[in-house]
Nanobody, 121 residues
Framework: QVEVMESGGGLVQPGGSLRLSCAAS????????MGWYRQAPGKQREEVAV???????RYLDSVKGRSTISRDNAKKTVYLQIDMLKPEDTAVYYC???????????????WGQGTQVTVSS
C-alpha cells in the first residue's frame, strides 16, 4: 500500500503565492514521475505540472512562468510553487505518484486526497 498526502492548500488573495507539498509513503521500491493535477468547479481535471525521475518538467500553459515543480527523492516528496495566483487557479489540487511497490511488478499511479486552493479577495 502507498499513501500520498498533499498539504499546503488554503485561501490566498490574487497575486499571492502558495507552495503545495505531496509526500509518498509505504512500501515503495521506486518512484517514476510525480505530478500535480487540478479540478476546478465546472471544469474537467487537468494536468498542472509533472516532473519525471530525470527531473524533466512540463507545465500547463496557463501556469507556465509562474509555477515551479520540484522533487526531493530522499523525502519522496514533490512540491508545486505557484506565484501570482489568479482566481482561475481555484481548484482542488491532486498529487499523483507513479511508483512500484516492494511487492509489485508494474508501475501504478497513486493519488492523494486533494488539497483545496482558493484564490479570492
Amino acid at each position: 500500500q502507498v499513501e500520498v498526502m498533499e498539504s499546503g492548500g488554503g485561501l490566498v488573495q490574487p497575486g499571492g503565492s502558495l507552495r503545495l507539498s505531496c509526500a509518498a509513503s509505504g512500501d515503495i521500491f521506486s518512484i517514476d514521475a510525480m505530478g500535480w493535477y487540478r479540478q476546478a468547479p465546472g471544469k474537467q481535471r487537468e494536468e498542472v505540472a509533472v516532473i519525471t525521475s530525470s527531473f524533466s518538467t512540463r507545465y500547463l500553459d496557463s501556469v507556465k512562468g509562474r509555477s515551479t515543480i520540484s522533487r526531493d527523492n530522499a523525502k519522496k516528496t514533490v512540491y508545486l510553487q505557484i506565484d501570482m495566483l489568479k482566481p482561475e487557479d481555484t481548484a482542488v489540487y491532486y498529487c499523483k505518484v507513479s511508483a512500484v511497490t516492494v511487492t509489485g511488478y508494474r508501475w501504478t499511479d497513486y493519488w492523494g486526497q486533494g488539497t483545496q486552493v482558493t484564490v479570492s479577495s
